[in-house]
């Protein structure tokens, strides 16, 4: 079952369950689903990667603005983020621990022969490739700093 058809499965019983998070972020997906389809060489179909980069990106907006509305003592709007967030990752892969990402991390570093922080681009290069889905940018980017600052 496609992305789209599972998304569509789940707005029905939002709709049945009167669910209005749910409604909500699902017809925001079904929307950038649309939207990637009918961009510019997709021929109305996307890929599962595409999908994913889809998700982890409504996901980033939803963090993002999640920071912003705490950081603004939102509590209302941010409330409203975390809810939609908590939909999105439903449909995402399981994401990393901390303690699993810098162990793969580390195995990273260890075969990219990285040293310094100036290897930081050569091993950021390799770990977004290996761990996409698994672990969002910032904090692969964080670990990987870390573990080049020792």
């Given amino acids: ?3 789209e058809q599972k998304i569509m499965a ?9 669910d209005e998070v749910a409604l909500r972020t699902l017809r925001a997906i079904k929307a950038a ?4 389809k009918t961009a510019e060489g997709a021929n109305g179909e996307i890929d ?8 982890q990106k409504l996901a980033k907006q939803r963090r993002d603005s999640l ?11 941010a409330a409203k983020e975390r809810e939609e967030l908590a939909v999105i ?16 991390l580390t195995d990273i570093v260890a075969k990219t022969g990285a040293a310094s922080m100036a290897d930081l681009g050569k ?7 290996e761990l996409a889905g698994k672990a969002d940018g910032k904090s692969i980017a964080a670990v990987v700093k870390e573990l080049l600052a020792k």
């Fill in 1 to 3: 079952m496609s992305l």
């Fill in 10 to 18: 789940d707005l029905k019983d939002a709709m049945r369950a009167k």
């Fill in 33 to 36: 689903i649309i939207i990637e």
């Fill in 48 to 55: 599962e990667a595409t999908e994913q980069k889809m998700l």
């Fill in 67 to 77: 920071d912003i509305f705490e950081k603004q003592n939102r509590e209302d709007l």
């Fill in 89 to 104: 990752e439903r449909f995402l892969p399981k994401q990393m621990t901390p303690d699993e990402l810098k162990a793969a």
């Fill in 123 to 129: 091993v950021m290069g390799v770990a977004s490739k």
